[in-house]
């Protein structure tokens, strides 16, 4: 057959006689034969779908780390979620990368190997090995990463790519119809098999509280007890040490011997079953059996106060079920013990906590010991009916988006710049208050840590939640708290605290799969973040709820340097070098002790009061700056539409404004108000409100925000809807004031109509601001407006009855371990 490329460039015979000629114009070069390139391209996309995948499994191995590896959570299958949720995308990653490769392997078939069409291609593979652009942000790489998602990795594994693509090796291997056809054949393979691929749907894993029996009289029969210490609910403390399982734990102390009964009540309905009607189909839980946690425990008096010529006492505890022993412990107590001996001893089985039990099994509680002894208190902790919970983890959308809840501990409001400080304290927050709402008049439930931060959890007031002292320190577990409905909505939920008095031990983790908290000393937040931040790339590929607890403005301070310096005005001021230790702290003690009558000027010095301010407006920008590192990392992710965040604070602090200094000792502004700033999908942009509003209704509304319902007394106050919230009233408390000089008094507090009005229950005292006139509450025009005066304590009364209808019937209290750190971080002076 005649080529017909010989007859190319000659004139047809008919057009007469002309001369042969040969074209010198240049031409074309020839189409590549179809089978030479195409399965060419699609053997490509296969392998740079596999790429995607590997390169996509090692940045979430990379993000996980160990962070996590000590806890009994679903964490520890988050690289295989991430690889899940990229295999069930599989499809569209291989249309995506079926038209890269198609393209590219037509490109190099018809240009050859030149330089220029081989780096386009090595680029068009770089970007689709990074996600872009057609993955969601959220999964896009950037410029950074290590080992296999290192940018550095993924150009040189485009660059490889390429170059095979355009070897003749692969055109032999790879061309023609045979070829081909096994690329579709594989191609196909990988769609039907993708949902075998991806594994199930990831887990949340839960232990949830069904039942409470430390309180459940009804339950419990006692069989045998000391007459001089019968069976009852206390706190132990097996040791004040902070770095050993030994912290104060609520129990039911058996001063041996003794002997109890429980019988397991009758399964009652729990959270589960009514999250699930907020939370929708796609949450439903799976339950699993009944555990009974608890812990035997020796609190150290028994070790203190050994009785005269006795070196060592042993304690055995003992769990039967049903007649079977199922726990046998012996806690060996003596002088100068070793304090790592000194903890609770868990009750497991089979390296699982708790032990398996059933409703209407009789579980018998018993301590004995070696000898005849004076009472020694021991126990065994929390009794608590427990059970495996699993919800599938879920998207983030805009109708259920994640949620980042940042409260920033002893922040009065009036020292930041969007809410009129003339310092730029707050650059951050001003940024988060442009793009969502701010509240202007937004009031704290209390004037310190324990009752405020249960409040903002609840969504309850002081009263209602029972945290409100050293005498009932401990969130009930009966009470709904919005971590609870969010894990229950199929949120991932983590907790950052750097308040020791935010803990778990003082329950504030129920519903945190993760809690991240230190026993005995504040954490500023260049301490928390790195692992915060950490949390959220780990959990950014379905929702979250992130509860961050920043310290910076609470004592001690200690501001980044470049804060102070840019506050400074380009040079940070520097702290005097007779400024005490704990300074705030100290001078707050001092000026107490000298009573009604002193002048504070006259006992802190000028330059240090100086300091301290300057100290604590550092300290806020520093906290704002962190705040910053949350903002920018969500942006970089590619979440900023699917969050919601939230910015407050659980109370202020008092610098001289009436005379004193630190907090919860009165309900002045600067103590009770607080910053409250909401941004984020479903809330307005560059709104301020007005209205009084108290910030514990912020639980109800972000967790309506996620098309959840935490109830709140039935009251349904939301701070966001049609209508912003009309001007309202807030109630505050303190059971640690300070009035006329009398410590530790009860002081109620209403704000309302521009008024704040406060009240001493004790005396039947009262004081009266109108804060419209009077922004800085120095004139008290309660005994000029006495009739204004009786009005507001009639409804601050009756707000308080309705309050404390709703009070838990049992509460804790702080041990041994607690009220030691409380003194090592100021919160208690050393006669307290």
């Known amino acids: ?176 119809p045979i070829s081909l056809v096994a690329a579709v054949a594989l191609g196909m393979a990988c769609l039907l098999g993708r949902e075998h691929l991806a594994g199930p749907p990831a887990q949340l894993v839960f232990g949830e509280t069904v039942q409470e029996l430390l309180h459940l009289e009804d339950a419990r029969t006692v069989l045998a007890q000391r007459p001089d210490a019968p069976v009852k609910p206390a706190v132990i403390t097996p040791n004040v040490w902070n770095h050993t399982d030994s912290a104060d734990k609520p129990a039911l102390a058996l001063c041996p011997p003794a002997r109890v009964r429980i019988t397991i009540p009758a399964n009652r309905s729990n959270a589960t079953a009514g999250a699930d009607a907020t939370a929708g189909a796609d949450a439903t839980a799976e339950a699993g059996p009944l555990r009974l946690l608890t812990a035997a425990g020796v609190d150290k008096t028994v070790r203190n106060r050994m009785p005269a010529g006795v070196a060592q006492v042993t304690i055995r505890f003992t769990i039967t079920v049903n007649g079977e022993t199922r726990f046998s412990e012996s806690i060996l107590a003596s002088r100068g013990q070793d304090p790592q001996a000194c903890i609770w001893r868990h009750a497991e089985e089979a390296g699982t906590r708790g032990l398996l039990v059933n409703p209407g099994d009789e579980v018998i509680l018993e301590t004995t010991t070696d000898a005849a002894h004076g009472p020694l208190l021991a126990g065994f902790s929390d009794l608590v009916l427990e059970r495996e919970t699993s919800r599938p983890r879920l998207d983030s959308s805009a109708a259920r988006p994640n949620v980042v809840l940042v409260v920033m501990d002893t922040l009065r409001a009036d020292r930041l710049s969007c809410y009129g400080y003339e310092k730029r304290t707050s650059p951050q927050l001003d940024k988060l208050a442009a793009r969502g709402t701010l509240y202007s008049q937004a009031f704290a439930t209390a004037s310190w840590t324990w009752p405020s931060t249960a409040s903002l959890l609840t969504g309850l007031p002081a009263d209602s939640h029972g945290v409100v002292s050293n005498e009932s320190c401990t969130l009930t577990r009966g009470l709904l708290t919005l971590a609870e409905v969010l894990r229950d909505a199929g949120y991932a939920t983590g907790a950052f605290s750097g308040n020791p008095l935010v803990a778990p031990e003082r329950l504030f983790d129920q519903g945190f799969a993760d809690f991240d908290a230190h026993r005995s000393e504040f954490r500023k937040s260049q301490e928390i973040m790195p692992a915060a931040l950490d949390w959220i790339r780990r959990h950014r590929l379905k929702r979250f709820f992130l509860y961050l607890h920043l310290v910076d403005p609470h004592t001690p301070h200690d501001p980044l340097e470049t804060e102070l310096a840019r506050l400074g005005g380009g040079s940070a001021p520097q702290r005097p070098a007779d400024f005490p ?51 920018d990392l969500l942006d970089e992710l590619g979440l900023g539409d699917n969050t919601v965040i939230a910015f407050t604070s659980d109370h202020g602090e008092e610098l001289l404004d009436h005379g004193l200094l630190a907090h919860g000792h009165a309900l002045y502004g600067e103590l009770v108000r607080a910053p409250l700033v909401l941004a984020g999908p479903g809330i307005p942009r560059g709104q301020r409100v007005q209205g009084t509003v108290s910030n514990r209704h912020l639980a109800p509304t972000l967790a309506h925000l996620a098309s959840s319902e935490l109830p709140a007394l039935a009251e349904g106050v939301l701070l966001l809807g049609e209508e912003y919230p009309t001007p309202g009233s807030a109630v505050t ?63 601050l009364e009756a707000r308080l009855r309705e309050q404390q209808r709703w009070t838990p019937p049992h509460t804790v209290g702080a041990g041994a371990a607690t009220l030691e750190m409380m003194r090592g971080v100021g919160y208690l002076g050393e006669d307290e």
């Open 1 to 176: 057959m005649e080529d017909p490329r010989d007859t190319a460039t000659l004139p047809p015979a008919s057009l007469g006689g002309a001369p042969d000629t040969v074209s010198t114009e240049p031409r074309d070069p020839e189409d590549p034969p179809l089978l030479s390139w195409l399965p060419l391209g699609l053997w490509t996309a296969l392998l740079l779908a596999a790429l995607r995948l590997g390169v996509r499994f090692a940045t979430e191995q990379d993000l996980s780390g160990d962070l996590w590896a000590d806890t009994d959570n679903a964490q520890a299958g988050l690289a295989a979620e991430a690889l899940g949720v990229t295999l069930a995308a599989l499809p569209r990653v291989l249309e995506h990368c079926a038209v890269v490769g198609l393209i590219c392997a037509a490109l190099l078939a018809r240009r050859g190997r030149s330089l220029g069409p081989l780096l386009f291609v090595a680029g068009f593979f770089l970007t689709s090995l990074s996600g872009w652009p057609l993955e969601p942000e959220v999964m896009r790489l950037g410029l950074t990463g290590t080992g296999l998602a290192s940018p550095w990795v993924r150009g040189a594994l485009a660059l490889a790519l390429a170059l095979l693509l355009c070897g003749a090796l692969a055109r032999r291997l790879l061309g023609g």
């Open 581 to 631: 230790e704990r300074g705030l702290d100290v001078y707050a003690g001092r000026i107490l002790r000298a009573g009604p009558g002193a002048d504070p000027q006259a006992i802190v010095p000028a330059a240090h009061l100086a300091w301290m301010e300057t100290a604590y407006d550092a300290s806020v920008a520093s906290g704002d700056a962190a705040l910053g590192q949350v903002m």
């Open 733 to 795: 408390q303190t059971m640690r004031g300070t009035w006329n000089g009398a410590k530790h008094q009860a002081i109620y507090g209403l704000v309302k109509d521009g008024l704040s009005f406060q009240w001493r229950p004790e005396t039947d005292e009262r004081r009266l601001f109108d804060t419209h006139r009077d922004q800085g509450e120095l004139v008290d025009t309660a005994a000029a407006k006495p009739e204004q005066a009786a009005a507001l304590a009639d409804e």
